[in-house]
Nanobody, 124 residues
Framework: QVHLVESGGGSVQAGGSLRLSCAAS????????MGWLRQAPGKEREGVAV???????NYAASVKGRVTISKDNAENTLYLQMNSLKPEATAIYYC??????????????????WGQGTQVTVSS
């Protein structure tokens, strides 16, 4: 059974940093792409950063240069390092399993399993 568990969310002031983690289990972690997506209050879920099966990455324009997605295949863990956080980054952040693809799309419809989400709140 596929299981994704996020951690590392919290409250920070603008300009601060957070590192999110996602522990994956129940499937062959290296075979699938992964993504971090977020949903702010009153807004649709959107892609933040994605990583393909061979390590290719892509980022939303709004976070590029301030966010890094990575994974530890030995630990079956996905990470999202977020720096220089802005108040508009406030949202629930989800990790999700993508398809078997070199680089997944940013759309939420590309992902079949999701974690429960972790809240990130950035105050000004």
């Amino acid at each position: 059974q596929v299981h994704l568990v996020e951690s590392g969310g919290g409250s920070v002031q603008a300009g601060g940093s957070l590192r999110l983690s996602c522990a994956a289990s129940g499937y062959v972690f290296t075979s699938y792409s992964m993504g971090w997506l977020r949903q702010a209050p009153g807004k649709e879920r959107e892609g933040v950063a994605v990583i393909g099966t061979y390590g290719l990455t892509n980022y939303a324009a709004s976070v590029k240069g301030r966010v890094t997605i990575s994974k530890d295949n030995a630990e079956n863990t996905l990470y999202l390092q977020m720096n220089s956080l802005k108040p508009e980054a406030t949202a629930i952040y989800y990790c999700a399993r993508g398809p078997v693809r070199a680089l997944p799309h940013m759309t939420p419809y590309d992902y079949d399993y999701w974690g429960q989400g972790t809240q990130v709140t950035v105050s000004s």
